[in-house]
């Protein structure tokens, strides 16, 4: 018997496959044919590890906005698409991945739809995102959300091109058949609030007397990386480190305490400079981008080299180990909620 199988499908007879040929024509099948394939010793996945490197990516992302526009587009974005998954629009089973362009004088126009989103800032200043009335300018390192069914639309005001990753869970409301989207009347939904509004309300360890959460999603839509890398900074000089993940933090809905969007989990890590982290591996596939620095990652039998802006993926139950050639920050994000919420999810270190 194989290893990665607790059971085989039983011998083949004439009996058997006319019988298979009398049920398949009332749309049904023997689940005993498949069962070694669905019910598995543990996690095995199509997506492979990957790496794809910004100053490759760069030169396309820049000839798209040459060649459309963002209002034509709705959103002007190259799929980072898993090689194992190739025309799935998925850099893991449940997630998406890409990185959008918004060129200076440019409008994405408002829309919302049940997915939920996030946006990292990866280069450029001056374009802003809005949700649900509040802009918030972007800087590169800046974690923002767009949550489910708020309305959002994006603009650059300024004089540079600003390109952010956009990762949302497109697959997983796929798989659930949930998807649900509008356009707004509006190219530019109207600003109802003053700018850091929603930072001054719920990103200072405090709420408002009356708050009383109305979904799982943060209520605090940016995460400024000014905050987060001297946070950081910070325990990174009181020590002590995680003998895999270094310095690690997880970003929070401020109001719950819980993951700062149901579905999506995201992650900010300093590697010190020559710091070698142990192996692991856990159930949750997870994208992963550099902030800062240059290492390596061993993802499975793969070794990837990485510098500022790359991206790569670490597929589910996939031994990573990080590597710093200089003190380093990756910011990561998974399908972590959807597991935890299940009771799925599972980590476990292994021997260095």
């Not at 909620?337 to 021997?351: H, N, S």
């Amino acid at each position: 018997m194989r290893s990665d199988r607790l059971h085989e499908a039983p011998r083949s007879t004439p009996e058997r496959e006319a019988f298979y040929a009398r049920i398949g024509a009332q749309n049904m099948a023997p689940l005993w044919d498949v069962l070694g394939d669905l019910v598995i010793p543990e996690p095995r996945t199509p997506c492979v590890p990957a790496l794809w490197r910004y100053e490759a990516m760069r030169p396309h992302v820049v000839e798209a906005g040459r060649l459309i526009t963002a209002n034509e587009a709705e959103r002007r974005v190259l799929v980072l698409e898993n090689p194992g998954l190739r025309g799935q629009s998925c850099i893991t089973r449940t997630l998406f991945c890409g990185l959008q362009l918004i060129m200076p004088g440019e409008v994405a126009p408002t829309h919302r739809h049940t997915q939920t989103a996030l946006r990292f800032v990866v280069e450029g200043e001056g374009a802003y995102t809005a949700v649900d009335g509040e802009r918030t300018t972007m800087h590169p390192g800046d974690f923002i959300i767009t949550p489910s069914n708020a309305w959002h639309d994006h603009g650059n005001p300024g004089r540079e091109p600003v390109i952010w990753m956009d990762g949302l869970d497109i697959p997983l409301l796929r798989g659930l058949d949930a998807s649900f989207a509008q356009r707004h009347p509006e190219a530019t939904q109207p600003v109802r609030c003053a700018e850091g509004d929603a930072l001054a309300r719920y990103g200072a360890n405090m709420v408002p007397l009356d708050y009383e959460p109305s979904s799982r999603t943060s209520p605090l839509f940016a995460y400024p990386y000014a905050r987060s890398r001297a946070a950081l900074g910070t325990l990174h000089r009181n020590g002590p480190l995680h003998a895999a993940h270094g310095i690690k933090m997880q970003y929070v809905n401020p109001a719950t305490g819980g993951y700062p969007m149901p579905t999506i989990a995201a992650f900010i890590q300093l590697l010190p400079g020559g710091f070698a982290g142990r192996p692991h591996r856990s159930t949750d596939g997870t994208v992963f981008t550099v902030v800062e620095g240059r290492g390596q990652s061993v993802v499975g039998d793969r070794t990837f080299e990485w510098g500022p802006r790359d991206i790569f993926v670490v597929p589910a139950w996939t031994a990573v180990r990080h590597v710093a050639a200089e003190q380093a920050v990756l910011f990561s994000f998974s399908d972590r909620p959807v597991q935890k919420v299940l009771g799925l999810w599972r980590e476990e270190m292994l021997p260095p």
